[in-house]
């Protein structure tokens, strides 16, 4: 058990379905992210939140639209997605500021898009 | 090319066997980490290192900060160990953003 989770584990979605991923961190940090993992490609880093404050955005489509309501929650907002957004979306959670600090990862959800 | 590359891609080896799968990074990094990812997609941190070596239980960690290179070494390899082992380099400057290998997938086989 990482302390975080995340729901649903699998999605299956039409391509003008709109749905919510989310994050939960029952670790006291205070940062959170939200990471792509496509097949056969690195881990790509969608969004940060620093003390609900997004400092990251890694030049994701709005399609994508993340939520941070709390230091514990994040939710990713999905929206006429593409065949091609199907992958494994990760959430992590950190303590911030302190550059190198392990990140968290939780069970991620598999999203598969009609 | 990626900024981090890890080698091998593949690695089959029988149980018990030494294991070292290989991270070179072309960027400046404060720390780089080690993270194992099961079937089914959990990452776990295994390992963040910014000098010489690591160790815990059957895993160690060793990194050359002037050859950019890291390594990974399993010993007494088990099937249990077999998952996609991934580098992640954590860049100067204190920032939250990792550069990611690929990843290594592991097969070790009874």
């Known amino acids: 058990e990482t302390g975080v989770t995340q729901t649903p584990r699998h999605l299956v979605m039409g391509m003008t379905n709109k749905k919510s991923l989310k994050c939960e961190q029952h670790?006291?940090?205070?940062?959170m992210y939200w990471y792509k993992q496509s097949a056969k490609k690195p881990l790509e880093l969608m969004f940060v939140y620093n003390f609900k404050e997004q400092t990251e955005n890694n030049s994701v489509p709005s399609r994508f639209s993340p939520e941070c309501p709390n230091s514990s929650h994040l939710f990713l907002h999905l929206h006429t997605l593409q065949p091609e957004d199907s992958a494994l979306y990760l959430c992590?959670?950190?303590?911030?500021?302190?550059?190198?600090?392990?990140?968290?990862f939780g069970p991620g959800t598999r999203l598969t898009v009609l | 090319k990626n900024e981090v590359e890890q080698s091998p891609q593949n690695l089959t080896a029988q149980e018990g066997e030494f294991i070292t799968i290989n991270c070179s990074y072309s960027v400046g990094i404060s720390a780089l980490h080690w993270l194992q990812q099961h079937p089914g997609g959990g990452i776990v941190s295994l390992f963040m290192?910014?000098?010489g070596k690591k160790k815990h239980g059957r895993l160690i960690a060793t990194i050359n900060i002037q050859e950019k290179h890291s390594s990974l070494h399993i010993t007494a390899s088990h099937p249990r160990d077999s998952a996609v082992y991934i580098c992640?380099?954590?860049?100067?400057?204190?920032?939250?953003?990792?550069?990611f290998g690929t990843g290594t997938r592991l097969t070790i086989i009874p």
């Open positions: 290192l910014s000098s």
């Open positions: 670790l006291g940090h205070n940062a």
């Open positions: 992590a959670s950190s303590h911030p500021g302190q550059g190198a600090d392990t990140q968290y």
């Open positions: 992640a380099a954590a860049p100067n400057f204190g920032n939250e953003k990792l550069t």
